[in-house]
């Protein structure tokens, strides 16, 4: 599943997260749990959390059933726009 996912990732998230500086790393995939690493501009975006649950979330669970939750597992504090969650 996951090498499906990052064929997902690399046509579908990532070139529109690219468009804003930004980019979503695929850090594992357990059970039924993705989890993803925000980074450039997603990465202390005050938008980050809708983005990663209205956007990525909302593509993952409708491309891939088993899928049921998306967690974030970036630090944003340490971004170059930090904010806190």
Do not use: W
Request: aromatic share 8%.
């Amino acid at each position: 599943m996951f090498r499906a996912m990052e064929k997902f990732f690399d046509s579908t998230i990532r070139p529109s997260l690219a468009s804003h500086g930004g980019n979503a790393e695929i850090v594992d995939i357990e059970n039924d749990k993705v989890f993803i690493r925000l980074t450039g501009g997603c990465q202390g975006c005050a938008s980050s959390s809708a983005t990663l649950k209205d956007g990525i979330e909302r593509l993952i669970k409708e491309n891939f059933e088993d899928i049921s939750e998306v967690v974030d597992v970036t630090v944003h504090e340490e971004g170059e726009n930090p904010y806190f969650t």
